[in-house]
Structures are given as C-alpha cells and as structure tokens.
C-alpha cells in the first residue's frame, strides 16, 4: 500500500521534497507551469502544518552546470504562485558544500528551490553517497514527481530508503486514477494511442488488450499497421522492423474480442508544413510521395461513434503531427469529444495534454496526468522503483 502524506507527521519539520518542475523555458522565464501548478496543493499542505520546505527537480538534460538549465525562472515563478518567496541561489550542484551552507540558513515555514538536481552526475547512477547529502537536509521525505517515478535516482529512490516518506498528493492521485483503469475500469473501455511509433506503445498495447474494449489508433504508428496487412502507404513514416509484430497485435487483438480501429482514411501532404498541399486518401491507398499526417474527416467520425459510448477513457498521444496546422485537426476534434463524454476520461502525454488544453477543454477531463514515460511504464503494468519504495 502506497504511503501518503496522512502518514507523516511534517508539524514543524524540515521537508524534502521531490517535484516534477521540468517545464519549458522561453525567455528565462516558464512557458508551461502545468507541472508547477499541479503540486501546489502538496507545498501548500505542507506550508499549512508549519513544515519548512526544500524543493528538488530536474530541469532539462544537463551535462553538469549549465546556465540555460539553472532553476532560477522556476524559483521566480513558484514565488508569484505561493505568493512568498522561494530561496534560490546558483550552486555548483545539489549536495554540494555551497547548497547544504544555503540549506542550513533556511528560516523555519520557509520554501527553498534546490539546483537542478542533474548538475550532479551522481543523481542518474542512483549514488548512495548523493541521497545521504540530500537527506540531511531534512527530517523527511515527499515524493510529488511522478513524471520521474519511473528513474530510480537519487532524488526519487535513493533518499527515500533514509528518511520517513510518502507520497505527495499528486502522486497518489495519479497512482489511484491509473490503478483503476488496470483494475476495475468502467465498461465500456475505450483506448486511444497515437504517436509515431508502435514501438514506443507496444507494452501499452499488449497490457491493455485484456481490459479494454477498443482501441483507437492514431497518428505515423498507424501507417505500420496499414503496411503491415499489405496496404499502400506512400511516403508515410513506417517502421518496417515492425511490421510483424503489428500483425501479432491485430492478431492477438481479434483473439481478445477487441476491436483495435485504424484510421479509415488520412489528411496527406508531399511536406509536412504549414501551407503545404493536402489532399484525402484512404489510409491504405496513400500514392507514392505522399505521406499520412492526420487522421482523415471518416476516420474522427467513425472514432466519435465508438466514444459515444465509453464509460473509461484513456487517451495517449496524438492522431497527427499536431504541432503543424493544419495537421492538428483530428487531434483537436478528439479532444472535445473526449471532454464531452458522460464517462471518466483520462488524458496523459505531452501533446495529448496540449490539444485539451489549446481546444480549452481540460478543465472537462476528469484527470490530466503530469507523466509522460511514466505514465506509459505504469499502464504496461511495470514497477515503477519512485513508488515502490513509498510502498508497504
């Protein structure tokens, strides 16, 4: 059973926390404060019973110090939002003698933003000797980053094996959404996955092949589908070392009594640009140079006639290369359909998340997930070592 903060005594207490801040910057400033936003309810728990708090997160893929992955314009930002200061400083990197110096002056009902947690090579190998720096600075642990769950790090894993710890309030919420739609989801069942490789959804598949009643695919990774069962496929992103194992998943599905959809027709184009000629084609007839980039006007209908029924939704990925117009169109239609539904919908995955949020609709899905690797890891059924070892 997964320990949450009802288990912790923070009155008072120095507290480390782990947060998912790994957001974009544009300017020196945060472009995106989804992640941000979605763990204040944790900080301001926390702030409420009088803890003091230290915050940590990565930023970015660092290769040691790198001024453009400092967590400064994320301290600024988290202060506006508390609406208190959050101490920062630049540091070499986190458990060194300069930050556990800055540590120790931090005055009680306080909130300190460590460095980027990557500056320290130590933090990826999961360094005993890094978790032991970072856990003196505090009497216990929270984990809030499920986007990181899936790393056994030092900041995730490593320092929750030497102090009392639970998980932050967005943490356990994704684990008790996600739990229920691997265990006891509400029938029907509807799957979307879209992105641009089967590959990167084949656990996905295989694992929820026994829960699910449909399954809608979407976006490049349908194309090796189609050219799996013979169809012409143009110029369309395929990945060919695939093809086999597409035709074991539409087999496997058939077996299962479900229905994995594909596209019946494509929005294609000779570049994918904005601008750039379109014409409509059945997904398996795609003329040579022409490449599939969205889900056709038939296909987004005949995927709005099978959520109309859905009591569970599940959505991953988008059904087009959403981030060039005008190939974001049935991405965007799915999106309002999906906050239209009477059932449970759950949304997770970069672009996926986007599309809710630029058709203004995320405030009508009932829970947008913050993790995008883990996430997938957690619904092919995998452990994920930042919540196992919250676990009793």
């Known amino acids: 059973?997964?320990?949450?903060?009802?288990?912790?005594d923070v009155r008072g207490k120095r507290v480390l926390v782990r947060a998912d801040f790994n957001v974009p910057l544009q300017g020196g400033a945060v472009g995106d404060d989804s992640r941000i936003q979605a763990t204040l309810p944790t900080l301001r728990r926390l702030l409420d019973a009088g803890a003091t708090l230290f915050v940590m997160s990565h930023l970015g893929r660092p290769k040691?110090?790198?001024?453009?992955s400092r967590m400064g314009p994320v301290a600024a930002h988290l202060s506006r939002l508390l609406g208190q200061e959050v101490r920062y400083t630049p540091t070499p990197g986190p458990a060194s003698?300069?930050?556990?110096?800055?540590?120790?002056?931090?005055?009680p009902g306080s909130v300190t933003l460590l460095e980027n947690t990557r500056f320290d090579a130590r933090e990826t190998k999961n360094d005993p000797e890094m978790a032991r720096a970072l856990?003196?600075?505090?009497?216990?642990?929270?984990?809030?980053?499920f986007g990181a769950a899936h790393r056994a790090h030092a900041s995730?894993?490593?320092v929750a094996r030497l102090l009392p710890s639970?998980?932050?309030?967005?943490?356990?919420?994704e684990v008790e959404v996600l739990s229920k739609l691997l265990q006891n989801p509400d029938k029907p069942f509807v799957v979307i996955l879209g992105g641009a490789k089967v590959s990167d959804k084949i656990g996905v598949i295989e694992n929820l092949l026994a829960l699910a009643d449909d399954v809608l695919i979407g976006g490049a990774m349908a194309y090796t589908f189609f050219k799996a069962q013979g169809g012409a496929v143009g110029a369309s992103l395929v990945e060919d070392d695939k093809l086999e194992l597409a035709r074991e998943l539409l087999g496997r599905a058939r077996q299962r009594g479900v229905t994995l959809h594909l596209p019946q027709d494509s929005v294609c184009a000779r570049?994918?640009?904005?601008?750039?000629?379109?014409a409509v084609y059945p997904s398996d007839a795609i003329p040579e140079g022409w490449m599939g980039l969205d889900a056709g006007p038939e296909a987004v209908r005949a995927y709005r006639a099978v959520l109309g029924g859905a009591k569970t939704v599940l959505w991953n990925g988008p059904l087009g290369v959403f981030e060039t117009k005008p190939f974001d169109r049935a991405t965007t239609a799915i999106a309002e359909t999906v906050a239209d539904l009477e059932g449970y919908t759950v949304v997770g995955g970069g672009d996926s998340v986007a599309a809710v949020n630029a058709a203004?609709?995320?405030?009508?899905?009932?829970h947008i997930s913050t993790g995008g690797g883990a996430s997938l890891e957690f619904l092919e059924g995998k452990t994920l070592p930042g919540i196992a070892v919250l676990s009793d």
């Not at 059973?1 to 912790?8: G, I, Q, S, V």
């Not at 003698?97 to 005055?107: C, L, R, T």
């Not at 856990?135 to 980053?145: E, I, K, M, R, T």
């Open 1 to 8: 059973m997964l320990r949450t903060l009802d288990t912790l």
């Open 64 to 68: 040691g110090p790198e001024e453009a």
């Open 97 to 107: 003698d300069e930050q556990a110096a800055f540590v120790a002056e931090a005055p």
């Open 135 to 145: 856990a003196a600075y505090a009497d216990v642990f929270v984990n809030d980053a």
């Open 156 to 158: 995730t894993e490593g």
């Open 166 to 173: 639970a998980a932050g309030l967005l943490l356990a919420r």
């Open 271 to 278: 570049e994918i640009a904005e601008g750039a000629e379109t």
């Open 360 to 366: 203004g609709v995320a405030a009508r899905i009932d």
